[in-house]
């Protein structure tokens, strides 16, 4: 089994940064892909970004381009997203998420992971 814990959300005004971390435990090594989404009330949950632990390769969702940016610390099993320019656009319960190891291409689906954290709130005034 695999733990994901989010931390660093908060109440922030537009044009400020947050960084998110997304500490991981248990069997890590059953991990390669971790991913970020985020459920804005009354909304579908989306996808913002993806990293591959193995490679630090990324992906983005459109709306994040140029402002957020994913990261890891494989040695802290800790994965970072940081928020830069924020809207109130960007308000929404935050998750972090782990896909198992052997897929090659990052995914934006939700459906393609398997473990998930409890959220971190992140609340954007204008």
């Known amino acids: 089994q695999v733990l994901l814990v989010e931390s660093g959300g908060g109440l922030v005004q537009a044009g400020d940064s947050l960084r998110l971390s997304c500490a991981a435990s248990g069997r890590t090594s059953s991990l390669d892909h971790m991913g970020w989404f985020r459920q804005a009330p009354g909304k579908e949950r989306e996808f913002v970004a993806t990293i591959s632990l193995s490679r630090g390769s990324t992906y983005y969702a459109e709306s994040g381009k140029g402002r957020f940016t994913v990261s890891r610390d494989n040695a802290k099993n800790t994965v970072y997203l940081e928020m830069n320019s924020l809207k109130p656009e960007d308000t929404a319960v935050y998750y972090c998420?782990?896909?198992?190891?052997?897929?090659?291409?990052?995914?934006?689906?939700?459906?393609?992971?398997?473990?998930w954290g409890q959220g971190t709130q992140v609340t954007v005034s204008p």
């Open positions: 998420a782990g896909r198992y190891c052997g897929y090659r291409t990052l995914s934006s689906a939700s459906y393609d992971y398997s473990y």
